[in-house]
C-alpha cells in the first residue's frame, strides 16, 4: 500500500475531512489531496505532523501494514484479559482492535458473574450468545438472551452483562467503534 492511501485510511477511520486534516497539520488541502493521490510525497517531518493529528507514531504507521493485510487470526493471536475476581473473562478475538471500525470480544461468565457496567457512549452493540444465557441490563430494562439468540442496541445507554444462572455462559459481543 502507498503512504496516500494509508493516509486515506486513517483519515477516514478518524471520520475527517481532508481540510480537517490540513488544518490539524496546518498544511493545504490541496496538499494532502496531493498526498492521498501520491502525486507528491511528505518530508519525514511534514508525515510527523500529519501522523500526529490521528495520535499514530511514525514506526505504527510503517507497522501497520501487516496488520492491515491480515484477514485470518489464530487462537495464538488472541488476547486473554484474564479472569477477574467478579468471574468473568474478556477474549479480545482480534488484537489491537482500537484501529478498526469493530471489536469483537469472547466474554465468558462464570454463574453469578456479571461483567462491568459500561455507562453509555457512542456507537452500536452486539452480542451473540454462544453458551448458557446471560440477563442483559441497558439502562433500566433487562432482557434474558438463551444460547442461540443475539442483542443489538445503540450503546448510548448504561449496559452490562450478567449470569445469574447455574451454568458458565459465553457471548461473542462486538462493538462499534472498539470500546473495550
Known amino acids: 500500500m502507498e503512504i496516500g492511501q494509508k493516509l486515506r ?10 481540510e480537517e486534516v490540513a488544518n ?15 502525486a507528491t510525497s511528505p518530508s519525514i517531518a ?3 505532523d500529519i501522523l500526529d493529528a490521528f495520535g499514530v507514531s511514525l514506526g505504527e504507521f510503517f507497522q501497520a501494514r501487516d496488520e ?6 489464530r487462537v495464538q493471536d ?13 477474549t479480545f478475538l482480534i488484537p489491537r482492535a482500537h484501529g478498526h471500525e469493530m471489536e469483537p470480544v469472547l466474554v465468558t461468565l462464570e454463574p453469578g458473574a456479571s461483567t462491568e457496567a459500561i455507562s ?11 453458551e448458557g444465557r446471560v440477563e442483559l441490563h441497558l439502562g433500566e430494562d433487562r432482557y434474558a438472551v ?8 445503540p450503546a ?25
Open 78 to 90: 488472541r488476547v486473554l484479559s484474564g479472569e477477574s475476581e467478579a468471574g468473568f473473562a474478556l
Open 9 to 18: 485510511r486513517l483519515r477516514l477511520q478518524a471520520g475527517l475531512t481532508q
Open 156 to 180: 448510548n445507554r448504561a449496559h452490562r452483562l450478567h449470569n445469574r444462572w447455574k451454568r458458565r455462559a459465553s457471548v461473542l459481543w462486538v462493538a462499534s467503534p472498539p470500546s473495550f
Open 120 to 130: 453509555g457512549h457512542e456507537g452500536e452493540e452486539f452480542g451473540f450468545v454462544l
Open 46 to 48: 511534514t508525515l510527523q
Open 24 to 38: 490539524r497539520a496546518d498544511l493545504t488541502k490541496g496538499f494532502i489531496s496531493q498526498l492521498e493521490n501520491d
Open 68 to 73: 492491515e493485510e491480515k484477514v485470518v487470526f
Open 146 to 153: 438463551h444460547k442461540g439468540e443475539c442483542f443489538y442496541y
